[in-house]
């Protein structure tokens, strides 16, 4: 069966770029997270989508920050005039429903950002 | 506003024995749930044991168990017959009810031979 996955594994990008990462969840999955985890922390929660809107965007750092998942399945995670500090892994979960009920989260592999 | 704490960055433990991986969290919440996350080496996010707010049993899955004491806002991990293969980071994490999930620092675990 399919788990969630992220492409790119990796991306290396130079300062002032914009990047796109992606995440497929689950199939049947209602709930999707972002997450952004440097090195040697837990990670740390970004947005939050319950079908195709944003339920809590909270996380997302700054304006450059911005996540879209249109059909309610894939999401696509954007970051605008990247920086050296938003070097990290990038790492997306899906579950089975928000909302009302709390489930367990699956994670993807993550992509691993690199600005130089 | 949701904080988790782990307040032990490292731990060892002796093959086969069991081990306590301590986690606190701080919520105004009245329905929360609380899940602890294995992170090998490799780096994937693996699922070990959830605990609802309002559940009066202490979850346990196989090994693992959760020792929950709303009361002092306390949700530790207990591992018994510790493996090898148990070597990982550790993450305490905490979600509410539509929203965010906050996780905690984390607790690298070393099982000595």
């Known amino acids: 069966g399919a788990g969630v996955s992220q492409t790119p594994s990796n991306k290396v990008t130079e300062k002032g770029k914009y990047v796109e990462l992606r995440c497929d969840p689950i199939?049947?999955?209602?709930?999707l997270y972002w997450y952004r985890q440097s090195l040697g922390q837990g990670p740390e929660f970004l947005i939050y989508?319950?079908?195709?809107?944003?339920?809590?965007d909270s996380g997302l750092p700054n304006d450059r920050f911005f996540a879209v998942r249109p059909e309610g399945s894939v999401s696509t995670l954007k970051i605008q005039r990247t920086e050296r500090g938003d070097s990290a892994v990038y790492l997306c979960?899906?579950?089975?429903?928000?909302?009302?009920?709390?489930?367990?989260?699956?994670f993807g592999p993550g992509t691993r950002l690199t600005v130089l | 506003a949701q904080k988790i704490t782990q307040t032990q960055p490292g731990m060892f433990v002796q093959e086969k024995e069991a081990v306590t991986l301590d986690c606190t969290y701080d919520?105004?919440?009245?329905?929360?749930?609380l899940f602890w996350y294995k992170q090998p080496s490799s780096g994937e996010m693996i699922f070990l044991i959830y605990q609802g707010s309002y559940d009066e049993q202490n979850a346990t899955e196989g090994r693992y168990s959760l020792n929950f004491q709303k009361a002092r806002k306390s949700a530790n991990l207990v591992i018994s017959a510790s493996q090898l293969g148990d070597s990982a980071m550790y993450f305490c994490a905490m979600g509410n009810y539509g929203q965010n999930f906050v996780f905690g620092p984390g607790t690298r675990l070393s099982v000595l031979p």
């Open positions: 979960a899906s579950s089975l429903g928000g909302g009302r009920s709390l489930n367990e989260q699956f």
């Open positions: 989508f319950q079908g195709t809107g944003a339920a809590d």
């Open positions: 199939s049947g999955h209602t709930a």
């Open positions: 919520t105004s919440d009245q329905s929360y749930g």
